[in-house]
């Protein structure tokens, strides 16, 4: 499978674009926000996901890994395939999106085009309930997670460590990402965006 592809913009449509790569195109199904950022003509790199199917070998391609890791995260949501996650992601940063969750915050969701209401709470449900997984296995694993104060800033922090855990990341790896972050003057979304573009490039 392909960890990414590189090459030159060869057309773009709407969540479709063709990287050739030595005179070969690949055909990469892609979400708004990716597209707004290619080029035809232009170099591009796109993070790849490849579903492999009896009739078909389907490639997602992404501008960032964070953005592929919630493409993962969706698809593995009950009754989201993988046109319903571009969808979303398309209207949802992976930070806006992870904000959605942890706020139970379902019209966010609903404003991706062919996202119902039912499927939204379907999202936040099965990402929060994966959260709570995750924070069971640290407990009986005997780690102990930061412990966060009352605070405002200590607020925003232990709300972006929520949003990271709905994004994928284990509770060490939370930690290790907050660290020395700015929660005095940033917000939730510029928090965990922060992280996004330091850890997952």
């Known amino acids: 499978m392909f960890y ?7 057309a773009v449509e709407p969540y479709l674009a063709v990287i050739d790569i030595g005179g070969a195109g ?6 708004a926000r990716t597209q707004q950022r290619l080029e035809i003509g ?8 490849c579903k492999l199917r009896d009739d ?3 490639i997602f391609g992404f501008y960032s890994a964070g953005e592929k890791r919630c493409f993962e995260l969706l ?20 930070e806006s999106l992870a904000l959605s969750v942890i706020n139970g915050d379902e019209r966010a969701i609903t404003a991706a085009p062919g996202v119902g209401k039912k499927l939204a709470q379907r999202v936040i449900l099965e990402l929060k309930d994966k959260v709570s997984r995750e924070a069971a296995a640290m407990e009986a694993s005997g780690y102990v997670p930061v412990s966060y104060g009352d605070s405002e800033p200590n607020a925003k922090l232990r709300d972006a460590a929520s949003g990271l855990a709905v994004l994928g ?14 929660a005095q003057t940033l917000t939730v979304e510029e928090i965990i965006k922060q992280v996004l573009k330091r850890a997952l490039k």
Do not use: M
């Open 26 to 31: 690949y055909a990469c199904g892609v979400t």
């Open 75 to 94: 698809i593995g949501v009950t009754g989201v395939g993988a046109k319903a996650a571009l969808s979303i992601l398309s209207s949802c940063t992976p």
């Open 56 to 58: 078909a070998f389907d």
């Open 42 to 49: 232009k170099k591009a790199k796109l993070y790849t996901y």
């Open 169 to 182: 990341y284990s509770q060490s790896e939370i930690s290790a990402a907050l660290k020395g972050v700015d």
């Open 4 to 10: 990414y592809l590189e090459g030159t913009v060869a």
